[in-house]
Each structure stands twice: as structure tokens, then as C-alpha cells.
Nanobody
Framework: QVQLVESGGGLVQPGGSLRLSCAASGSIFSPNTMGWYRRAPGKERELVATITSSRGTTYLDSLKGRFTISRNNAKNTVYLEMNSLKPEDTAVYYC??????????WGQGTQVTVSS
């Protein structure tokens, strides 16, 4: 089994920055893809960014330039650097780890609130 534990969420003013972290533990197979998704109030969950074991990345187009995903394979940890935050970035952010044909795992979520 795989466990994902997110940290780093909180309240930030518009224009501010936050860094989310997600540490994976358990039976982790490689290669894999780690990523971040978010669900804003009243909306469907959406992909924010993903990164493969070889560090190939994908982003929600509207977030390119403001958000950066990275990972430390030795620590099985993925990060999301969020800059120039806007109120519309307010959401619960979920960490995801996917191993093709083997499993798809989710963290419990961390709240990010952008408000003055």
C-alpha cells in the first residue's frame, strides 16, 4: 500500500506564495507519475501539474508560469511552488501518485486559501 501525506497549505494574501509538499511512503514502484490536483468550492477536481520519474512535466495551461512542480526521487517527495497566488486558486489541493497498471493513490488534501 502507498500513503501520501501533504503539507504546506494555509492562508495567503493575493500575490503571495506557498510551497506544497507531498511525501510518499510504502510500496512505491518506479517509474511513476506524481502530481497535484485541486478542487475548488462547487467545482470539479482538476489537474494542476504532474511530473514523471524522469521529470517530464505537464501543467494546467492557465497555471504555467506561476506554478512549478518538482520532485526528489530519493525522498519520494513531490513539491508544488505556487507564486502570484490569486483568490481563484483557493481550493483543496490533492497529491497523487500513479503507477501504470498497478495503482493510483491520493493524499488526504491540503487547503489553500488566497484571501486578503
Amino acid at each position: 500500500q502507498v500513503q501520501l501525506v501533504e503539507s504546506g497549505g494555509g492562508l495567503v494574501q493575493p500575490g503571495g506564495s506557498l510551497r506544497l509538499s507531498c511525501a510518499a511512503s510504502g510500496s512505491i514502484f518506479s517509474p511513476n507519475t506524481m502530481g497535484w490536483y485541486r478542487r475548488a468550492p462547487g467545482k470539479e477536481r482538476e489537474l494542476v501539474a504532474t511530473i514523471t520519474s524522469s521529470r517530464g512535466t505537464t501543467y494546467l495551461d492557465s497555471l504555467k508560469g506561476r506554478f512549478t512542480i518538482s520532485r526528489n526521487n530519493a525522498k519520494n517527495t513531490v513539491y508544488l511552488e505556487m507564486n502570484s497566488l490569486k483568490p481563484e486558486d483557493t481550493a483543496v489541493y490533492y497529491c497523487n501518485l500513479r503507477v501504470d497498471l498497478l495503482g493510483n493513490y491520493w493524499g488526504q488534501g491540503t487547503q489553500v486559501t488566497v484571501s486578503s
